[in-house]
């Protein structure tokens, strides 16, 4: 048996990160992309213009070439819970399998057939058949992008279950408790909204590209007004949606929230830190560091967190060394508590082994009693600051995310507004904009999963399982020697891609039709 | 409904669906056995072009059906998914690099400016198709000959040695790679001949779909002769690990205590003992070699069902051999008693029931594809569709 090997733990997020954040720079654009097209194609089947099937297809093409990556990133994130986080398979695979699997069954499925009907059946299937394949493609993505997440949000708030000492796991008991956990449904509606926002300003710029170089016109015209409506609609629910997550997190994954806020200590009528930047180190907190320039909103942070302005928000060291005075308890006694809750598992599975059901039935209840921490006593004998994210990584992330959001959506109204009044094509400021806003949305939808997933560290599983519990036990040099390749390949597919993108678009929707083959 | 059922039936109904998913995985490696044969059939570039092309409106499903397949795997027996994934890592890493390189190459292999040249990308298809099916084939021979690991969940309790607090914890340094070589017991004999049977077989499967997917003389006159050749590595290769299955020593347990245990000719005993499998298995087998036979020597086009149904069914009945009838299907040979059986690793009674809902929206799903699938091979490839089709690959 091996020794905690903490470089293998960060190898293996390392890897499960890269595949995480490569998989994500191709799935938002599925997400919305798909839409865009189906409401696209609609308004061809209706209108019955040609122009409207010619703009389709340029953008289809588009699609097509970013599916295939994402699909290929896709699946390697699957089987990665199983060869690089094994212990986290057994330990939940009784809830987290569920909705992989229905993934499969109800989603992917429904994509991968019909998306064939939509690129190869134009010709073979009559046009309300083929329109009803491009809904079906973006149906099919969206969901299996709920059970996806629905998967994610059960890591940060595990509910729906209990754990059954005798199988050492945990196991479901309550389906509808996993689907409608309210991170979860927060979740789904806050990604796939984004993912929309994503492809319309996707849309939006490379149609800037062609009324820059005075190419299409009136197919760029029309794509923009398309996306942008979307965009617009996207952006609103996003924000939304964003505030209503940010409340979620406060009151289940404190720890994260103070982390995306920089608040070490806690106060009452918090304020938002809107702007910041990080200075000089300070020694109190491992790794802490002063603030060398911050803009805040006074109360907002409170009110964000809570909906009320005199709200006490908790800060990391009151999370860290606990707060009496608020009822919080220090990690320390988590610690303590969590490892209490391990001994007594122990206790139990021995007592039960011997046949001692009154010493099992004791053991049971100290267990019972202290499982809510279960997963801090992995951390018995080490420093409590080894639970704490990184907070700059943290809050950088989530800023970066709001600021750029708030701009996506001035920038989108701005756009309509002068399409609808045929002076878009004027305002050549806005259209390179437009196109270099491209990059943007794409690093504020890292930012957002960097938010997500660095903030809960070192949780798999909030407050159940830490990563040091979970990974699998396989030699540092084979998971090292694994990441260097998915980064040397995932990298080179990512060249191709944007090579082959940018060709594509060059060439414009005319030329679209009949070149991609030989 | 599925509420009445018992633990044990729940298992063994998702045992039946992972069968299900593994026999239709097996069948769909045509489209990986095809990618091995591009440079063999097609001679010229709108050759390739329609071998390619008929293969890839039909990749993704394949490529569905393994996400499906490890999905529902985990979900209903994720001790499997623990042990195997998180043990087996690199043969599972090698298949699951070689579907990332299957997923692009049929939309970037034409495409102008793809970075790597079409070369590479039929490379890529080769690759995939060559080491998909062999891996995929090995890897599940040693559901017979086991594997080195162990499984104690007390690890997880374990806080004061320092040690990591794993379940399940593969034995060797070599994480499954070990499966090719391991001479116990002649193991690797065994596994390494399902890996190269799976691999011929998704090839004769192959030709027998060009054969009839594509409306090319020239291609299915090469299709035919490769047809033979390919049949009989395919029948040398399958023969011997089902003759070997028969006399070999199998991993049985009580039902009562559960202890595993060596069982003598434990596998051709499972087919005496469960006749229906033993039908399914004879039917199967019957299906394959007759449709091969009606492709060879009747001059149809029609080879493809036969022999499609046929595979899924001896697929069907192999997994049925390693799961039921108190076998271990997941053997360990490190100990005996870390062996995963369908009653040892699955989810627990309530997760089953659930998932067995779930389970009902197969058939409506297998309705689409078929739907999808008849809508779209209404008329065989032509070269003449390959130059007009704007989203060809």
């Given at each position: 048996?091996?020794?905690?090997?903490?470089?293998?733990?960060?190898?293996?997020?390392?890897?499960?990160?890269?595949?995480?954040?490569?998989?994500?720079?191709?799935?938002?654009?599925?997400l919305?992309l798909?839409?865009?097209l189906?409401?696209?194609?609609?308004?061809?089947?209706?209108?019955?213009?040609?122009?409207?099937?010619?703009i389709t297809?340029?953008w289809?093409?588009?699609?097509?070439i970013?599916?295939?990556i994402?699909?290929?990133?896709?699946?390697?994130?699957?089987?990665?819970f199983?060869?690089?986080?094994?212990?986290?398979?057994w330990?939940?695979g009784?809830?987290?399998?569920?909705?992989l699997?229905?993934e499969?069954i109800?989603?992917?499925?429904?994509?991968?057939?019909?998306i064939?009907?939509?690129?190869?059946g134009?010709?073979?299937?009559?046009?309300?058949a083929?329109?009803?394949?491009?809904?079906?493609?973006?149906?099919?993505?969206?969901?299996?992008?709920?059970?996806?997440?629905?998967?994610?949000?059960?890591?940060?708030?595990?509910?729906?279950?209990?754990?059954n000492?005798?199988?050492?796991?945990?196991?479901?008991?309550?389906f509808?408790?996993?689907?409608?956990?309210?991170?979860?449904?927060?979740?789904?509606l806050?990604?796939?909204?984004?993912?929309y926002?994503?492809?319309s300003i996707f849309?939006?710029?490379?149609?800037a590209?062609?009324l820059?170089?005075?190419?299409?016109?009136q197919?760029?015209?029309?794509?923009?007004?398309?996306?942008?409506?979307?965009?617009?609609?996207?952006?609103?629910?996003?924000?939304?949606?964003?505030?209503?997550?940010a409340r979620?997190?406060?009151?289940?994954?404190?720890?994260?929230?103070?982390?995306?806020?920089?608040?070490?200590?806690?106060?009452?009528?918090?304020?938002l830190?809107?702007?910041?930047?990080?200075?000089h180190?300070?020694?109190?907190?491992?790794?802490?560091?002063?603030?060398?320039?911050k803009?805040?909103?006074?109360n907002m942070?409170?009110y964000?967190?809570?909906?009320?302005a005199?709200?006490?928000v908790?800060?990391?060291?009151?999370?860290v060394?606990g707060?009496?005075?608020?009822?919080?308890?220090?990690y320390?006694?988590?610690?303590?508590?969590?490892?209490?809750?391990?001994?007594?598992?122990a206790?139990?599975?021995?007592?039960?082994?011997a046949?001692k059901?009154?010493?099992a039935?004791?053991a049971?209840?100290?267990?019972?009693?202290?499982?809510?921490?279960?997963?801090?006593?992995?951390?018995?004998g080490?420093?409590?600051?080894?639970?704490?994210p990184?907070v700059?990584i943290?809050?950088?992330?989530f800023?970066?995310?709001?600021?750029l959001?708030g701009f996506?959506?001035?920038?989108?109204?701005?756009?309509?507004?002068?399409a609808?009044?045929?002076?878009l094509q004027?305002k050549?400021?806005l259209?390179?904009?437009a196109?270099?806003?491209?990059?943007?949305?794409?690093?504020?939808q890292?930012?957002?999963?960097?938010?997500?997933?660095?903030?809960?560290?070192?949780w798999?599983?909030?407050d159940?399982m830490?990563?040091i519990?979970?990974?699998s036990?396989?030699?540092?040099?084979s998971?090292?020697?694994?990441?260097?390749?998915?980064?040397?390949?995932?990298t080179?597919?990512?060249?191709?891609?944007?090579?082959?993108?940018?060709?594509t678009?060059?060439?414009?929707?005319?030329?679209?039709?009949?070149?991609?083959k030989? | 409904?599925?509420?009445?059922?018992?633990?044990?039936?729940l298992?063994?109904?998702?045992?039946?669906?992972i069968?299900?998913?593994g026999?239709?995985?097996?069948?769909?490696?045509?489209?990986?056995?095809?990618?091995?044969?591009?440079?063999?059939?097609?001679k010229?570039?709108?050759?390739?072009?329609?071998?390619?092309n008929?293969?890839?409106?039909?990749?993704?499903?394949?490529?569905?059906?393994?996400v499906?397949?490890?999905?529902?795997?985990?979900?209903?027996?994720?001790?499997?998914?623990?042990?195997?994934?998180?043990?087996?890592y690199?043969?599972?890493?090698?298949i699951?690099?070689?579907?990332i390189?299957?997923?692009?190459?049929?939309?970037?292999?034409?495409?102008?400016?793809?970075?790597?040249?079409?070369?590479?990308?039929?490379?890529?298809l080769?690759?995939?198709?060559?080491?998909?099916?062999?891996?995929?084939g090995?890897?599940?021979?040693t559901?017979?000959?086991?594997?080195?690991?162990?499984?104690?969940?007390?690890n997880?309790?374990?806080?004061?040695s320092?040690n990591?607090?794993?379940?399940?914890?593969?034995?060797?340094?070599?994480?499954?790679?070990e499966?090719?070589?391991?001479t116990?017991?002649?193991?690797?004999m065994?596994?390494?001949?399902?890996?190269?049977?799976?691999f011929?077989l998704?090839?004769?499967l192959?030709?027998?779909?060009?054969m009839?997917?594509i409306?090319?003389?020239v291609?299915?006159?090469?299709a035919?002769?490769?047809?033979k050749?390919?049949?009989?590595v395919?029948?040398?290769?399958?023969?011997?690990?089902?003759?070997?299955?028969?006399?070999?020593?199998?991993?049985?347990?009580?039902?009562?205590?559960?202890?595993?245990?060596?069982?003598?000719?434990?596998y051709?005993?499972?087919?005496?003992?469960?006749?229906?499998?033993?039908?399914?298995?004879?039917?199967?087998?019957?299906?394959?070699l007759?449709?091969i036979?009606?492709?060879?020597?009747?001059?149809?086009?029609?080879?493809?069902?036969?022999?499609?149904?046929?595979?899924?069914?001896?697929?069907?009945?192999?997994?049925?051999?390693?799961?039921?009838?108190?076998?271990?299907y997941?053997?360990s040979?490190?100990?005996?008693?870390?062996?995963?059986?369908?009653?040892?690793?699955?989810?627990?009674q309530?997760?089953?029931t659930?998932?067995?809902?779930?389970?009902?929206?197969i058939?409506f799903?297998?309705?689409?594809?078929?739907?999808?699938w008849k809508?779209?091979?209404?008329?065989?490839i032509?070269?003449?569709?390959?130059?007009?089709?704007?989203?060809?690959?």
């Open positions: 048996m091996q020794q905690i090997d903490f470089s293998l733990v960060d190898w293996s997020r390392a890897q499960f990160a890269l595949t995480a954040m490569y998989h994500w720079i191709f799935v938002p654009l599925t919305g798909s839409f865009i189906a409401i696209m194609e609609s308004i061809y089947v209706k209108t019955g213009n040609p122009e409207w099937k010619k297809k340029f289809m093409n588009l699609f097509g970013n599916f295939a994402g699909v290929a990133t896709g699946i390697i994130l699957e089987f990665e199983g060869t690089n986080w094994s212990n986290y398979s330990f939940v009784d809830i987290f399998g569920a909705p699997a229905i499969g109800m989603a992917f499925f429904m994509e991968s057939t019909f064939a009907i939509m690129f190869f134009w010709n073979k299937v009559s046009k309300k083929h329109l009803t394949a491009t809904w079906l493609t973006a149906i099919g993505s969206n969901l299996s992008g709920l059970w996806i997440l629905v998967a994610n949000a059960w890591m940060q708030n595990p509910v729906g279950m209990e754990f000492p005798d199988t050492a796991r945990n196991e479901m008991h309550n509808l408790d996993v689907l409608f956990n309210p991170v979860a449904m927060n979740k789904f806050h990604t796939i909204t984004s993912g926002l994503l492809a849309v939006v710029g490379v149609s590209w062609f820059l170089k005075k190419r299409e016109e197919f760029a015209m029309k794509s923009i007004i398309v996306a942008s409506v979307f965009g617009i609609l996207a952006a609103v629910y996003t924000i939304f949606s964003g505030d209503e997550s979620v997190v406060a009151k289940h994954q404190p720890m994260k929230f103070a982390s995306m806020e920089a608040l070490y200590d806690g106060q009452q009528n918090a304020p830190v809107a702007i910041g930047f990080f200075g180190p300070k020694a109190e907190t491992p790794n802490e560091q002063e603030f060398a320039f803009f805040e909103i006074p942070l409170s964000l967190a809570f909906l009320d005199n709200a006490f908790p800060g990391i060291r009151d999370l060394h707060n009496q005075e608020r009822g919080i308890i220090s320390k006694e988590k610690i303590a508590k969590g490892k209490k809750a391990i001994d007594a598992l206790a139990y599975k021995n007592a039960k082994k046949k059901e009154q010493d039935a004791d049971l209840k100290i267990f019972k009693e202290n499982f809510e921490y279960f997963g801090y006593g992995y951390y018995f080490k420093d409590p600051h080894m639970l704490l990184n700059k943290s809050f950088y992330a800023h970066t995310m709001v600021l959001g996506f959506l001035v920038l989108l109204m701005y756009i309509y507004f002068l609808r009044n045929n002076k004027d050549k400021w259209l390179w904009t196109l270099w806003t491209i990059p943007l949305v794409y690093l504020a890292q930012a957002g999963w960097v938010v997500a997933e660095v903030g809960r560290q070192p798999v599983i909030q159940l830490p990563n519990a979970a990974v036990q396989i030699d540092t040099y998971v090292q020697i694994t990441f260097f390749l998915f980064l040397v390949v995932f080179a597919l990512l060249i191709a891609e944007i090579k082959i993108m940018l060709t678009v060059r060439k414009g929707p005319e030329i679209t039709e009949n070149s991609t030989k | 409904m599925f509420e009445n059922l018992s633990f044990l039936s298992q063994q109904y998702w045992w039946f669906l069968a299900v998913l026999a239709l995985l097996v069948f769909l490696l045509f489209v990986q056995g095809g990618q091995t044969l591009i440079y063999k059939l097609g010229t570039e709108i050759e390739r072009t329609m071998l390619v008929s293969l890839g409106r039909k990749w993704e499903i394949t490529f569905t059906t393994l499906t397949f490890g999905g529902a795997f985990f979900a209903s027996f994720p001790l499997f998914y623990s042990t195997s994934f998180g043990g087996a690199w043969v599972w890493m090698i699951l690099f070689a579907f390189l299957q997923a692009v190459s049929y939309e970037y292999r034409t495409k102008a400016n793809n970075f790597l040249g079409t070369k590479t990308y039929e490379t890529f080769f690759i995939n198709g060559a080491i998909g099916s062999i891996f995929l090995t890897a599940v021979a559901f017979f000959t086991g594997s080195q690991f162990s499984v104690n969940k007390m997880l309790v374990d806080l004061t320092g990591m607090p794993i379940i399940s914890a593969w034995e060797n340094p070599w994480h499954g790679l499966a090719i070589w391991t116990q017991n002649l193991a690797f065994q596994n390494l001949s399902l890996g190269l049977a799976v011929f998704a090839r004769v192959a030709l027998l779909y060009f009839n997917n409306d090319n003389e291609i299915v006159n090469r035919k002769i490769y047809l050749r390919n049949a009989l395919f029948l040398v290769f399958f023969l011997f690990f089902v003759i070997r299955l028969m006399f070999i020593n199998g991993f049985a347990y009580h039902a009562d205590t559960h202890e595993v245990y060596m069982q003598a000719h434990k051709f005993n499972n087919l005496i003992e469960m006749p229906l499998v033993l039908i399914i298995f004879l039917a199967g087998v019957v299906g394959v007759y449709g036979f009606i492709n060879l020597f009747k001059n149809s086009n029609k080879g493809i069902w036969f022999s499609g149904a046929g595979t899924i069914l001896t697929v069907l009945a192999l997994f049925f051999l390693a799961g039921y009838n108190n076998t271990s997941y053997p040979t490190f100990d005996l008693q870390s062996s995963l059986t369908i009653e040892n690793s699955s989810s627990s309530y997760t089953l659930v998932m067995s809902y779930v389970s009902l929206m058939p799903v297998a309705a689409y594809i078929w739907w999808a809508s779209m091979d209404k008329e065989a032509t070269e003449d569709e390959m130059q007009k089709d704007d989203h060809a690959y």
